[in-house]
C-alpha cells in the first residue's frame, strides 16, 4: 500500500504537472468526459504551471483542489495522473 503524504507541501509535490486537470472538459452525447485542446487561461502551456497558483481557486471558479479526499470522485482525470497512482 502506497503511504500518502502527510503535508500539503509534500502532496502538492507529487503533482507531475502533465496539465490534463487545467483543459476543459466537454461531455459528449453519452456522457463520455472529453478533454479538450482548450487550457485555462492561468495555464502556462510551456511549463504546465498555473501563473496564479496560489490565488487560483479564488479567480477560477471550475478549479478545484484536488486532494485525497475527493480524487475517487474526478473521473475526468486521467489514470496516468500522478495523484492516481499514490492512491490505493
Known amino acids: 500500500m502506497t503511504r ?6 509534500s502532496w502538492e509535490d ?3 504537472r502533465c496539465g490534463e486537470c487545467c ?3 466537454k461531455f459528449d452525447a453519452k456522457g463520455t468526459i472529453l478533454t479538450t485542446m482548450v487550457p485555462c487561461r ?4 510551456h511549463t504546465r504551471d498555473c501563473r496564479i497558483y496560489h490565488q487560483r481557486l479564488q479567480a477560477e471558479e471550475d478549479c478545484i483542489k484536488l486532494t485525497p479526499d475527493n480524487l475517487c ?8 495522473c ?3 497512482k499514490v492512491l490505493p
Open 4 to 9: 500518502l503524504p502527510d503535508t500539503t507541501k
Open 14 to 16: 507529487i503533482c507531475d
Open 23 to 25: 483543459f476543459e472538459k
Open 42 to 45: 492561468f495555464l502556462d502551456i
Open 73 to 80: 470522485y474526478l473521473d475526468w482525470l486521467p489514470d496516468s
Open 82 to 84: 500522478a495523484y492516481r
